[in-house]
């Protein structure tokens, strides 16, 4: 149909007009709508979550008692112009840092400030509740409520000389009484690593007898936790009634992680019940049947038989098994070395670890630690890299510096023969490493996994670690391919070991070998932890350069007008709090960053031993009449 003139212009015009609506208009105020939903957001949690949006704390709060150095960020030129402004895109996407570090005795003075702003804010808000809410400046009771944040931070006041704070703070804890409601109770595992292991350390460290009167009356109260048929630890008991709620299962974290702290507290006080809780429990580890695991103890046991879990099996780095595996090395040293048994379940659950779940992802090749369930060759791994596991390469490291993994034979033990007794899988697991040298293979993996926590940190937008990370692609064991570079004369590195270039946020799980599973940051001491172990293992400053880094976040992402917050996306900066500041970013995070940059060797290793909440014991021998005494 033919239409006339004016008709062909009104229709050209229609459709001029619907162009320039679909692809002008439309885009336009699609633009603007969302311009408006972030500058919303922005002004709804700007001025919530970042501390240089905040007027300055002493103009919000009332006056706090005179510290004796000062509270806030410290006027150090080269600290300030390190920490960006919040409002800046973080530079945590490079190695070296996009700021060099300052003199590192610098850097420690800056950590010492930052336990001083925190502290001082749980001392205004909270105190003597247990943990301060950062952002809304109310505090929370979630560990018995006796002020579980007094405690932990106690060993760290005394590494950085806070002697005033250390005084105010012991008027609290000489006032302790552990009691609890009737229908209350008190989890033994963090009870027993933050409280107990809080009073132990401090103790050491200043020879205070009220601490150790504590420390006595606290383990006395969690004492029917163990009345179970087998001994191991229940979950929970009350203080005053001595109560256990029944529980069928229990986790390896949690039925073994109190042995360094009930082992020192009986040499300091000379008592045998609270060291006969540890042989008992020890004994059920020593005996129990893993053989098909390759000795590693699974992350599963029931309370009652005290057996591990037979159906199903997990074993685990991370959540509910890594301090039971760290505690099997660190009880050791704790006992000047004499305790071979303990030694030796610590070398099996290694090469086991080593042999099974450590994997290389498939483009980077980032070594990584993951889970497993199910016996090997039929163990399935589940990829997921959690922050809880990144204490591991900081154990690796502490056992290379400490122990004789190339003359096991001075200590009586033929690594060879370890295996014996194991399934033939794992007895294979004994004739594959006994090609190198066994310090050799745990300095590289410590070396290996530590760069790969380091970088979980620096490739998120935040520079903040997340959670958990979902490994992608197609990985491969390591061992497989340490095999393989061994074969091929040992050209290069070894694989897994080298410095990893950084992938930006932007590129997907295919570029970065790995996708943030879980993206929260919760102000995790883990990563800081194996770096400090790194640095005394290599004397590289690479380590303390990343401590630097992940402190420059910490700063300009987490802290508020009254501490700093864990955050909810670590993909996101500036990020957002989720007002929690737990204890033990006083005890771990905050004293692991103050060694780690201190050029001062305030605890040597040989001499001192962190228990899993970074409280530190000092190494002991027993006397003659002791081990008569406690049947050793």
């Known amino acids: 149909m033919t239409f006339p003139r004016s008709l062909r212009s009104v229709r050209e015009l229609l459709l001029h ?4 609506i679909r692809y002008v208009v439309l885009p336009s105020t699609t633009i603007l709508f969302l311009w408006t939903v972030a500058h919303m957001y922005s002004f709804e949690y700007g ?29 150090s030129p080269v600290i300030d112009d390190a920490i960006a402004p919040a409002s800046s895109t973080p530079k945590a996407l490079a190695y070296p840092p996009a700021y060099p570090p300052p003199p590192w005795h610098e850097a420690a003075e800056a950590v010492k400030q930052a336990f001083l702003h925190a502290y001082s804010g749980y001392e205004r808000f909270a105190a003597p509740h247990d943990e301060l809410r950062p952002s809304s400046n109310l505090s929370i009771d979630n560990f018995n409520g006796w002020g579980v944040t007094i405690y932990d931070s106690l060993d760290t006041m005394l590494l950085m000389n806070l002697t005033e704070v250390f005084d105010r703070a012991m008027v609290t804890v000489s006032q302790a009484t552990f009691s609890l409601p009737l229908n209350k109770y008190a989890p033994f595992f963090e009870t027993t690593i933050r409280y107990l292991g809080g009073l132990l350390s401090a103790h050491a460290l200043s020879g205070n007898p009220i601490l150790l009167d504590k420390a006595d009356d606290l383990a006395r109260a969690l004492s029917p936790i163990f009345d179970t048929k087998s001994g191991l630890p229940a979950f929970e008991v009350n203080t005053v009634s001595g109560k256990v709620p029944w529980r069928h299962d229990g986790a390896l974290a949690e039925i073994a992680s109190f042995q360094p702290e009930f082992t020192y507290l009986a040499k300091a006080t000379g008592k045998k019940e609270h060291y006969e809780k540890v042989d008992r429990v020890m004994k059920v580890l020593q005996q129990a049947d893993n053989n098909e695991f390759g000795g590693m103890l699974p992350t599963g046991w029931t309370l009652m038989s005290g057996k591990p879990h037979n159906l199903g099996v997990k074993l685990n780095i991370g959540g509910q098994g890594d301090s039971g595996h760290e505690y099997l090395i660190k009880q050791y040293l704790l006992t000047g070395k004499t305790d071979k048994a303990t030694l030796e379940l610590y070398l099996r659950t290694t090469t086991h670890i080593i042999t099974h779940l450590l994997y290389l992802s498939p483009n980077r090749h980032m070594l990584y630690a993951t889970s497993t369930t199910g016996p090997p060759p039929l163990d399935s791994p589940s990829h997921v890299f959690e922050h809880l596991a990144c204490f591991l390469p900081g154990m690796f490291a502490l056992g290379v510096q400490t122990l004789p993994l190339d003359d096991l034979e001075s200590v009586g033990i033929n690594f060879r023969t370890l295996g014996a007794g194991l399934s033939p899988n794992g007895q294979d697991e004994y004739t594959l490493l006994s090609n190198y040298n066994l310090s050799e293979v745990h300095r590289w993996a410590a070396e290996g996994l530590a760069e790969s926590c380091a970088v979980l940190y620096a490739e998120q937008p935040s520079g903040l670690g997340p959670e958990e990370a979902m490994m992608a692609g197609k990985p491969v064991k390591w061992v497989e391919e340490l095999e393989r570079w061994r074969m091929g004369w040992r050209v290069g590195q070894p694989p897994g070991v080298s410095k990893l270039e950084l992938v930006p946020s ?27 172990l790194l640095w005394k293992m290599t004397g590289h400053e690479r380590w303390r350069e990343y401590g630097w880094n ?10 508020t007008a009254a501490g700093y917050s864990a955050v909810y996306r670590v993909e996101a900066s500036p990020a957002m709090h989720k007002d929690s500041m737990p204890s033990y970013f006083m005890a771990e995070t905050l004293k692991y960053l103050y060694l780690l940059f201190t050029d001062k060797d305030l ?16 190494v002991f021998n027993w006397t003659a009449a002791e081990r008569a005494h406690f049947g050793i």
């Open 17 to 20: 007009k619907t162009l320039i």
């Open 47 to 75: 001025d919530y979550t970042h501390p240089q949006q905040i007027p300055h704390l002493d103009d919000t709060i009332p006056p706090s008692p005179t510290y004796p150095v000062v509270v806030h960020a410290i006027a």
């Open 506 to 532: 932007s590129l997907g799980p295919e570029q970065r070998d790995y996708f943030v599973r879980r993206a929260e940051y919760e102000l995790r001491p883990e990563t800081i932890e194996s770096l400090f």
């Open 550 to 559: 992940i402190f420059r976040a910490i700063e300009r992402e987490t802290k």
């Open 603 to 618: 605890l040597p290793l040989d001499k001192w031993v962190f228990n899993t909440e970074a409280h530190p014991l000092p």
